[in-house]
């Protein structure tokens, strides 16, 4: 439906939507929020891309960032969402690193795990380290900015959580 980064943003009609073969959740264009969430979702990899030495985001291993970045800034990121992650967790569903939280099979899910664990760094460490984590390429330059392991970062995620 759309795909953005580097300096553009491509959309397909809205108006197409519900003819194309896209992203089942946003199929509704008279959803106006969502459509706005999902341009918001793709102008926020627009930005990173500007920041990032690698404009094209999608050749990075930092999917989990880069896809959780745009899903907790756009908005996207809801209380249903985090349900269902607390549900994953009971169940003992989630990925166990962040390399397999980044090809995680459940596109949904995938989105707002990653979503939620941008917003734990967010919350953790603040807007300008967040910020600041947009011109890295890859998770250990991430991790190593915020002197964190990536154990540690998924067990304080987990904990904070919790907390929701």
């Known amino acids: 439906m759309?795909?953005?980064?580097?300096?553009?943003?491509n959309i397909i009609s809205p108006k197409t939507w519900d003819k194309e073969p896209c992203d089942s959740r946003y199929t509704d264009y008279a959803?106006?929020?969502?459509?706005?969430k999902?341009?918001?979702?793709?102008?926020?990899?627009?930005?990173?891309?500007?920041?990032?030495?690698q404009t094209d985001l999608e050749h990075m291993k930092?999917?989990?960032?880069?896809?959780g970045l745009a899903y907790y800034a756009s908005g996207q990121l809801d209380a249903a969402d985090i349900k269902d992650?607390?549900?994953a967790i009971a169940q003992n569903k989630l990925p166990k690193n962040l390399d397999a939280l980044s090809n995680f099979g459940l596109i949904?899910?995938?989105?707002?795990?990653?979503?939620?664990?941008v917003q734990y760094i967010n919350y953790k460490y603040g807007r300008a380290k967040l910020k600041?984590?947009?011109?890295?390429?890859?998770?250990?330059e991430i991790l190593t900015a915020l002197k964190i392991t990536p154990a540690r970062l998924l067990a304080d995620w987990r904990n904070y959580l919790h907390g929701l």
């Open 85 to 87: 992650i607390k549900a």
């Open 31 to 36: 959803d106006r929020v969502k459509t706005q």
């Open 38 to 53: 999902l341009i918001t979702h793709e102008l926020v990899h627009v930005y990173h891309g500007q920041l990032n030495p």
């Open 2 to 9: 759309a795909v953005g980064g580097g300096r553009s943003i």
């Open 62 to 67: 930092i999917d989990w960032f880069t896809e």
């Open 108 to 117: 949904n899910l995938r989105y707002s795990i990653s979503g939620s664990v």
């Open 132 to 140: 600041a984590l947009l011109s890295y390429t890859q998770n250990s």
